[in-house]
């Protein structure tokens, strides 16, 4: 598998978890419908543990991965004035765990606990983001107070398939982000630039299958959406610029679950079909990043380097090589800048 591949594949397992059990420093709120288990005998007390733990264990993850950092790398104040414009195309890199052990479902009457596994993946995701200047604020002597950008971004994410694992967009893979940026100072020779931003980010909307030997897994519409609020500072000197921030993630995710076990009784076959339905969930995150960019004149080359914390550590049934669910998670970026 490439490495390209492998990061789209680490994606759609983070999409497959955002479906389920969110969790957080602060009380998670989760509403799901009934899980159901259509056969002659059985239960689906199985397929729905394991369901819940890879949500609950993948989940955090998917709040860094759309979030990121900076709205904008290596930028801290505002724009200055009406036109103004910065555009910022990234990829930005998870330092997530993915299980890596494929478990076979079972219907019986309790859950049969197996270790999924949890290998280190680096997930991209590529992006591009704008500031437009919308208005340069109130002249308070070296500096602007109350300065307004409009932000805008696109995320990307394509179709791939390996193993027992299948990413398809219901829609287009590109989904559009917005917000606004205010400035408190707007960065001059002498002053920092400080601002406050929100920005509603998006992952578009995908279905997702998981096929270990002959039974299905299939979790359809995953609409993930982030509301990120963040607190930067910047400063540049010279060819070297500097930016830090601190932010509050707000994460939502709706989608529903449909599959199919098979398996033999007494020499019979047998064939469940298990639903679980109206999947709604929100939480909450923090984090903290630095920026750190050189360039010439209106073009910048930026890195960047965050951390999102950890939140309420989840119990699962099902075991991940020794990792917990909810753990603080590293993340960083690459890319370029360019004021226009």
Not at 41 to 69: M, N, R, Y
Not at 293 to 298: D, N, Q, T
């Amino acid at each position: 598998m490439t490495r390209r591949r492998q990061g789209y594949l680490a994606i759609a397992a983070l999409q497959l978890g955002a479906a389920g059990m969110l969790s957080s420093s602060a009380a998670a709120q989760t509403t799901v419908g009934q899980c159901h288990l259509a056969s002659f005998g059985g239960s689906a007390a199985d397929p729905c543990q394991k369901g819940q733990d890879l949500f609950a264990f993948i989940v955090p993850q998917v709040g860094v991965a759309v979030s990121a950092g900076n709205p904008v790398l290596g930028e801290g104040g505002t724009m200055g004035g009406w036109g103004k414009r910065a555009l910022s195309v990234r990829v930005s890199a998870v330092e997530g765990y993915l299980p890596e052990n494929s478990l076979p479902i079972t219907t019986t009457l309790s859950p049969a606990p197996g270790d999924f596994g949890a290998k280190r993946t680096y997930i991209p995701v590529p992006s591009a983001d704008m500031a437009v200047g919308l208005f340069s604020g109130v002249p308070a002597g070296l500096t602007n107070i109350g300065g307004i950008d409009a932000l805008l971004g696109v995320t990307y994410v394509p179709q791939a398939s390996e193993g027992t694992f299948r990413i398809k967009p219901s829609g287009s893979s590109f989904a559009l982000s917005y917000g606004v940026r205010v400035g408190a100072l707007q960065e001059s020779s002498v002053v920092p630039g400080l601002s406050i931003s929100y920005m509603r980010r998006k992952l578009p909307t995908e279905n997702i299958g998981y096929t270990p030997g002959n039974d299905t897994l299939n979790v359809n519409n995953i609409a993930i959406t982030s509301n990120t609020w963040r607190l930067v500072a910047s400063k540049r000197i010279a060819v070297v610029g500097l930016a830090a921030g601190i932010g509050r993630d707000e994460i939502e995710g709706t989608s529903s679950m449909e599959g199919v076990v098979n398996e033999s009784i007494s020499g019979f076959p047998l064939r469940s079909a298990v639903t679980l339905s109206d999947v709604r969930t929100k939480a909450k995150r923090n984090t903290a990043f630095l920026n750190a960019s050189f360039g010439i004149s209106a073009v910048r080359v930026v890195g960047e380097y965050g951390w999102s914390s950890a939140g309420t550590i989840e119990n699962t049934v099902n075991q991940f090589g020794g990792r917990r669910a909810n753990e603080g998670y590293r993340y960083g970026s690459l890319g370029l800048t360019v004021r226009f």
